[in-house]
């Protein structure tokens, strides 16, 4: 069985030299995936760099704790605070959530974005009261959902395109050239997702984020020659979550997480 690898970038949308970092390597090959951000500054800027770059998947990166809700703030009480921003209490309410949730992935579809899959910002899919909303609109919209292997539904297993290796690690630290190398020696038969998280540090990004060099650095990474090179070798096939559902069945397979990088 062949080798299948989904390349994604988070925290497109972020900022403009996020959005511009990630369409760099997507066009050098590399990265094939990427997951917006609808509720950041960044995001008209992602949807007319991605205009452009039609061959790179798009799924909705879920967010609770970053920029402004989509939804009214009286629609979602336990999301936000008396100032009607993300509270980041994590008292959310599964009905909120999904309120917020229905709202962003209406924004993404509404910019013309066909979306891929659905994944979420700081793994808090993690929390049965965005897991389940989460679950719910991926298989009402037929949809991907990112597995990480912490999830506390259990049917999210058995739910179409998800991958039977998650890679979570970050490749900006002094090793991170050698890991990233060696988590593509270990891609196995069947399909698999890694994720990373290129950018260019601009004026916007500090204002939103305290990854800020390190998006450069794990960049430069990615941009590796060598890194090209060793997926080639290892005759690994890069694709993006449109392509997983069409592969196989997937409902008895297990994960295995590598890694447990809080992010």
Same mark, same amino acid.
Request: charged share 20%.
């Given at each position: 069985?062949?080798?299948?690898?989904?390349?994604?970038?988070?925290? @497109?949308? /972020?900022?403009? %030299? $996020?959005?511009? =970092?990630?369409?760099?390597?997507?066009?050098?090959? &590399?990265?094939?995936?990427?997951?917006?951000?609808?509720?950041?500054?960044?995001?008209?800027?992602?949807?007319?760099?991605?205009?452009?770059?039609?061959?790179?998947?798009?799924?909705?990166? @879920?967010? /609770?704790?970053? %920029? $402004?809700?989509? =939804?009214?703030?009286?629609?979602?009480?336990?999301? &936000?605070?008396?100032?009607?921003?993300?509270?980041?209490?994590?008292?959310?309410?599964?009905?909120?959530?999904?309120?917020?949730?229905?709202?962003?992935?209406?924004?993404?579809?509404?910019?013309?974005?066909?979306?891929?899959?659905?994944?979420?910002?700081?793994?808090?899919?993690?929390?049965?009261? &965005?897991?389940?909303?989460?679950?719910?609109?991926?298989?009402?919209?037929?949809?991907?959902?990112?597995?990480?292997?912490?999830?506390?539904?259990?049917?999210?297993?058995?739910?179409?395109?998800?991958?039977?290796?998650?890679?979570?690690?970050?490749?900006?630290?002094?090793?991170?050239?050698?890991?990233?190398?060696?988590?593509?020696?270990?891609?196995?038969?069947?399909?698999?997702?890694?994720?990373?998280?290129?950018?260019?540090?601009?004026?916007?990004?500090?204002?939103?984020?305290?990854?800020?060099?390190?998006?450069?650095?794990?960049?430069?990474?990615?941009?590796?020659?060598?890194?090209?090179?060793?997926?080639?070798?290892?005759?690994?096939?890069?694709?993006?979550?449109?392509?997983?559902?069409?592969?196989?069945?997937?409902?008895?397979?297990?994960?295995?997480?590598?890694?447990?990088?809080?992010?």
């Amino acid at each position: 069985m062949a080798k299948y690898l989904i390349i994604n970038a988070d925290d @497109f949308g /972020l900022a403009p %030299g $996020v959005n511009q =970092a990630i369409i760099d390597l997507h066009q050098a090959g &590399v990265v094939t995936s990427t997951s917006l951000m609808v509720t950041m500054p960044g995001f008209k800027d992602a949807v007319k760099r991605v205009r452009h770059a039609p061959t790179l998947g798009v799924g909705l990166h @879920f967010n /609770l704790s970053e %920029g $402004v809700p989509i =939804a009214p703030a009286n629609w979602i009480p336990s999301l &936000v605070d008396h100032k009607g921003e993300f509270s980041n209490n994590l008292g959310w309410d599964e009905s909120d959530v999904m309120t917020e949730l229905k709202a962003q992935m209406q924004r993404l579809q509404s910019a013309g974005i066909n979306p891929t899959h659905i994944d979420s910002h700081g793994f808090i899919q993690k929390r049965m009261a &965005v897991c389940r909303p989460m679950l719910i609109l991926a298989r009402t919209l037929n949809l991907p959902m990112r597995r990480t292997g912490w999830e506390p539904v259990a049917r999210i297993n058995s739910h179409p395109g998800v991958v039977d290796k998650f890679y979570s690690n970050v490749y900006f630290e002094g090793n991170g050239k050698s890991l990233l190398l060696d988590n593509l020696h270990s891609v196995p038969d069947g399909t698999s997702e890694l994720i990373c998280h290129p950018g260019y540090v601009d004026e916007h990004l500090p204002k939103v984020s305290t990854w800020t060099k390190v998006r450069e650095i794990e960049g430069r990474v990615l941009a590796d020659p060598e890194v090209l090179q060793t997926i080639r070798a290892l005759k690994i096939r890069l694709i993006n979550y449109s392509q997983v559902k069409y592969l196989s069945d997937f409902s008895d397979r297990r994960i295995n997480v590598i890694s447990t990088s809080k992010l």
